[in-house]
């Protein structure tokens, strides 16, 4: 009897323990500040004011981090609203020291905040050789500098910066014709705010949660990142393999694992929420749970300046 116990106890406690979901953490992205140089601008058409940059970079962000599925993340709504009832302002959330006070109020694990320095659009005229035309052909700069803030330490666990270009010959390649001959320097504008949110977004969740290898059989292996989370069909990483802890011998602090890079891997589907590839090489050492960093490319010459079409942005 006691025997039959046991094991209903045993099946009971294994049903929890498997149906428990891990917790996600929660995380807020902060609005990001605007650096003074970077002025309402008229291009065009286009009207581009600074809080259009603010609030539309930060929903961009805000939404790859949640297509993600590795965080509870904050709306902006939620955000304003606690800002507002303990009327704060952006001097008190963006002062050194108060990660901890915003993460409370938001009750958050993880905050990002930045600064937007450069936002800068450029263009010049190609002559059409079949037509005899000039053409405008634009190129498109966004620089951002960010953080991200543990708020149970206050500690910054990592910062960066994103720049980010975008040309015409990129929306050509990018963009079918048939979509392509109704656009507006706003959908150019959209493109490039998109594509810079979604590096920020890759970046933190490579500090945070990197792409792993959940499955690996033969030449073939799934990622645990779906689609609308950064991952394209065709992009090629390089397989980490994590050793022991590293700790500094003075102050006990860690300072991560060794690594040892076991192979290189490439994406060859993606669905709702993983990825397939194939192993390019080091099959017989890529294990389950390996890390995944983009594998690095040669950089290419630095392309020439082009004249601006808005002076001093």
Known sequence: MKRIISILALFTLTNVSMAAPIKQPTMAVLPFQISPIVRNTTIGNLNITRTVVELEFSNELINFLTKSRKFNMLSRTQITKIMDENKLTESDWADPGQADKMGKLLVADYLVTGTINRLEFQTIRQNIKITGETAPRIVATFKCQYQVIDTSSGKIMFA?????????????REVPATERKDWTLADFKDMLFAKTANELGNAILAGIYPVKIIEIKD???VFNRGKGAGVKIGDQYTVIHQGKQLVDVDTGESLGTSEEEVGVVEVTSIEVKFSKGKVISGAEKIKYGDI???LKKSKRAPAAAYPKVTPGW
């Open 292 to 294: 995944c960093r983009p």
């Open 160 to 172: 960066d910066q994103v720049i980010k270009k975008l040309k015409s010959i990129d929306v050509r």
């Open 219 to 221: 030449e073939n292996v």
